[in-house]
């Protein structure tokens, strides 16, 4: 059981560049979420899935795109990445229902855009 | 609008001391409040929440938090701080009202708890 795994971990792109983050769960939890957690600023929500075919925006979504086909994956996608899409993202699940569900994170993928 | 406020961006302790980590928080309804760590180079691990009930909460490695709903505050203590405990800790809130939206959590900006020997 592996929880949640994030690929890459490290990543260098340069500005204009697209690429995926790729987020997949083995736990069944319908939520999962995409963060970005940048100094002295916490995380940030990006865009978040309560389920298959459903997602929505966070607090911070221009310049990401994501999808959500089935319950185990939510990958999100940079089209055109810029330097101040430099951060640590990080994918986070959580059952639904009563809103006291802890949320479950992955190991983080630390991206930087020259 | 929901906002969780963490004053200290960093607090120092020796070992054997207590220690506190503060947070306060701002929602439309009533929150559930969490605290996580994180490791260097790590993900967010899951210490402790408050969901409803008795206001004192007991969580991982022995701490614990007290949810004050008159000072909207959610503290993180511990009566006895150890080195491995030096981490960047987080404070989040999701407010009950919004529980359609699932697992949404509004996080501070972190403390970083540094305990020396």
């Known amino acids: 059981n592996a929880g949640v795994t994030q690929t890459p971990k490290f990543q260098v792109l340069k500005t204009g560049q697209s690429m995926t983050l790729q987020c997949a769960q083995d736990m069944n939890h319908e939520y999962m979420s995409w963060y970005r957690q940048d100094p002295g600023m916490g995380l940030r929500l990006i865009h978040y899935?309560?389920?298959?075919?459903?997602?929505d925006q966070g607090e911070v979504p221009n310049g990401y795109n994501v999808s959500r086909s089935t319950t185990e994956d939510f990958p999100l996608r940079l089209l055109s990445a810029a330097p101040s899409q430099t951060s640590v993202y990080f994918c986070a699940i959580s059952r639904l229902g009563e809103g006291g569900n802890e949320q479950f994170f992955g190991p983080g993928t630390r991206l930087t855009v020259l | 609008a929901q906002s969780v406020a963490q004053p200290e961006d960093q607090v120092n302790v020796a070992e054997g001391n207590p220690l506190t980590v503060k947070c306060t928080y701002s929602v439309s309804g009533n929150p559930y409040l969490f605290w996580y760590v994180q490791y260097p180079n790590r993900g967010l691990q899951f210490l402790l929440k408050?969901?409803?009930?008795?206001?004192l909460v007991k969580g991982s490695y022995g701490f614990e938090a007290e949810f004050n709903k008159s000072q909207t505050s959610f503290h993180l203590k511990k009566p006895s701080a150890l080195v491995s405990d030096s981490a960047l800790y987080f404070c989040a809130v999701r407010d009950r009202l919004l529980d359609n939206q699932g697992g949404k959590l509004i996080f501070g900006q972190g403390t970083e708890l540094s305990v020396k020997p």
């Open positions: 899935s309560v389920g298959a075919g459903i997602t």
């Open positions: 408050y969901i409803t009930g008795d206001n």
